[in-house]
């Protein structure tokens, strides 16, 4: 994941990137949950936050382990709604990541092409 953060100061840079997702509820619902290092030392601290990577990692193998569950205790009728419901969290949680994702990809690149419409304009209007 090559996203920059667009804060200034410390958190411009290429050793930035965005690959810290700040879990805090609150953070959630203001989108503040892709950051950069500096983003976490100034906003974040106490926060739960995990790598980008890690947490996907978390994902793939709590969906793994998910779907081995099923696979063996499927027939027991008890245990079918509760495992129905594990796995439409688990593609929930990858939807909102991949939104949340996607969201900062979208930012970064609505900036780039605006700053290139200043340029284009600046040599040829
Ligand atoms: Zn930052
Ligand atoms: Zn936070």
Do not use: W
Not at 63 to 88: A, H, W
Not at 115 to 123: G, N, P, T, V
């Amino acid at each position: 994941m090559n996203v920059y953060c667009q804060m200034a100061g410390y958190h411009q840079g290429e050793d930035e990137p965005l690959e810290l997702l700040c879990m805090n509820p609150e953070c959630i619902s203001m989108n503040k949950v892709l950051n950069c290092v500096s983003c976490i030392e100034e906003n974040h601290i106490g926060h739960q936050v995990i790598h980008y990577k890690k947490f996907i990692n978390l994902l793939q193998k709590q969906g793994n382990s998910l779907l081995n569950e099923i696979e063996f205790r499927f027939q027991e009728s008890t245990v079918q709604n509760d495992l129905v419901c594990k796995l439409k969290n688990l593609i929930k949680q990858l939807t909102e990541l991949s939104d949340i994702v996607n969201d900062a990809i979208h930012k970064q690149k609505d900036m780039l092409e605006r700053k290139l419409q200043y340029y284009e304009c600046m040599y040829f209007c």
